[in-house]
Structure formats: structure tokens, C-alpha cells
């Protein structure tokens, strides 16, 4: 009589499962990783035009709805804001700035705002607005 023959055991590893958690891995950083970047809620005006790139390197001044200003998130009030935007201005005098104020402002708020940011000596200076519909082009 013969002998079954021996079954050859394979010792390799399948990593699809290992890829496909990767990958949710990876989307779940992206989606959060882009919500805490627009963390301070402001409805931008919208223009026909939009500028598409934003240096990596900026400082953000966010006005809420409420008169609220932010710079890079941190509450500041108008004396706090001069004052650090002259030392972030003295450390990179090229350095941009974006001003995202909410369109429901009253037009007095986003001058005042405007002014301390001129008076910090900033030269480099943003408007964000949000591409008009049927405008084309994205929100910078």
C-alpha cells in the first residue's frame, strides 16, 4: 500500500487585513486631522475670485460671529494681537497673514482688527473669502 502523499504547509502571512486597516487608519487621521486645522467657526464673504494657495507658514486671525478674535486659535483681545503679531513679524518680516472674518460683523470690528494688524507692521496680508457659487475656484 502506498502512503498519502504529505500536504505541503504554507507558512506565509496574509496581509490583506493588516492593509485594509491601514487604510481606515489613514482616512480617519486625514478627516480629523482637517477638522481641528477649521476649528474656529466663521462664515466667510464670498468674492468671484478666490486665491487657491496658502503658504504652509501663516498666521491666522479668526474674528467669530460673536467679535471673538482668534490668532491661530488662541483667544487674544486688539492690545494682545499688536503685540504678538509684532513679535511674530519681527521673527519672519515676510510672514503671511490671514484675516477670516464672519460676514455678519459689523464693518467697525474687522477695521479695528485691521489696524492693529497693520500697526504690528505686517506686509504680507490675506483676506480669506468662500468662491461665490457658480464662481468656481476654491475658498482660500
Do not use: C
Amino acid at each position: 500500500m502506498r502512503k498519502p502523499a504529505k500536504k505541503h504547509v504554507s507558512a506565509d502571512i496574509n496581509i490583506t487585513p493588516l492593509l485594509d486597516l491601514a487604510w481606515v487608519l489613514l482616512v480617519i487621521f486625514i478627516l480629523t486631522a482637517v477638522s481641528i486645522v477649521q476649528s474656529v467657526e466663521v462664515k466667510l464673504p464670498e468674492t468671484r475670485e478666490s486665491k487657491e494657495e496658502v503658504p504652509t507658514e501663516t498666521a491666522t486671525v479668526a474674528i467669530d460671529g460673536e467679535g471673538t478674535i482668534f490668532l491661530n486659535e488662541e483667544v487674544v483681545t486688539l492690545v494682545d494681537l499688536e503685540e504678538r503679531l509684532k513679535l511674530y513679524s519681527t521673527a519672519n518680516p515676510d510672514l503671511p497673514v490671514v484675516l477670516r472674518a464672519d460676514k455678519a460683523l459689523v464693518y467697525e470690528q474687522v477695521v479695528q482688527v485691521l489696524d492693529k494688524i497693520k500697526g504690528a507692521g505686517v506686509l504680507n496680508l490675506n483676506l480669506a473669502t468662500e468662491a461665490a457659487a457658480g464662481g468656481g475656484g476654491a475658498s482660500s
